[in-house]
């Protein structure tokens, strides 16, 4: 049975691990329910030290920015309570995935629910697009760009944009409607030669 909704997220942040401290700067995040964008969340987060050259210039978030926003403590709390325990997906979910939960463990919370990527999800639906960047699929699947990349908020938009079209692509090829999550989820780490088994006639 398909899930009623799903919360398709994106973080920015001031570099790639966690585990080396790094911390997220901004969250966006759409609730989808019934293929439609039904709610939106967007904050930036000061993580409490200054962000690089770099990451300002690549995200367009700077230092001044940051410095009048909401502490990561503040935003996170009310993050969760958005997402609740609703299913989960991100566009590379493996590194979002990593920041939510270090970020939710900073405030006590729980860990987050079951992850969906995008990514993996059309390098086995679209395999014929140049790359499986979500700017390149934007374009290849003639979606509506955003006015800017690398801002959670358009991503995550566009991050669920490509979930909805994956879903209508499996759907049309496989007439299974609707998709449940848990088979998208899987999906991710399914060997490409071995797609057209797992759905049909279902999932194995």
Not at 4 to 9: D, G, R, T
Not at 32 to 38: A, D, H, N, Q, T
Not at 48 to 73: D, H, Q, W
């Amino acid at each position: 049975m398909a899930v009623p909704a799903v919360v398709v997220l994106d973080f920015e942040t001031s570099g790639l691990s966690p585990a080396q401290g790094d911390r997220a700067i901004e969250i966006g995040a759409v609730l989808l329910r019934g293929g439609e964008v039904v709610d939106q969340f967007q904050s930036l987060m000061n993580p409490g030290f200054r962000v690089s050259g770099f990451i300002e210039n690549y995200t367009g978030i700077s230092n001044a920015m940051l410095a009048k926003a909401p502490p990561c403590a503040e935003v996170m709390a009310r993050f969760a309570g958005f997402i609740r325990d609703l299913p989960l997906v991100a566009h590379n979910a493996s590194f979002d995935g990593r920041f939510l939960a270090a970020e939710l463990q900073r405030i006590g919370a729980a860990p987050p629910g079951r992850f969906a990527c995008t990514m993996l999800n059309a390098r086995r639906i679209f395999p014929g697009a140049p790359n499986h960047r979500l700017e390149t699929l934007v374009d290849y699947l003639r979606l509506p760009r955003p006015e800017a990349f690398h801002r959670a908020l358009a991503d995550a938009r566009m991050a669920g944009a490509v979930w909805l079209r994956t879903e209508a692509e499996i759907t049309a090829r496989y007439r299974i409607d609707p998709v449940p999550f848990e088979w998208m989820r899987r999906l991710g780490s399914v060997p490409k030669h071995r797609v057209e088994a797992f759905f049909q006639p279902g999932p194995a």
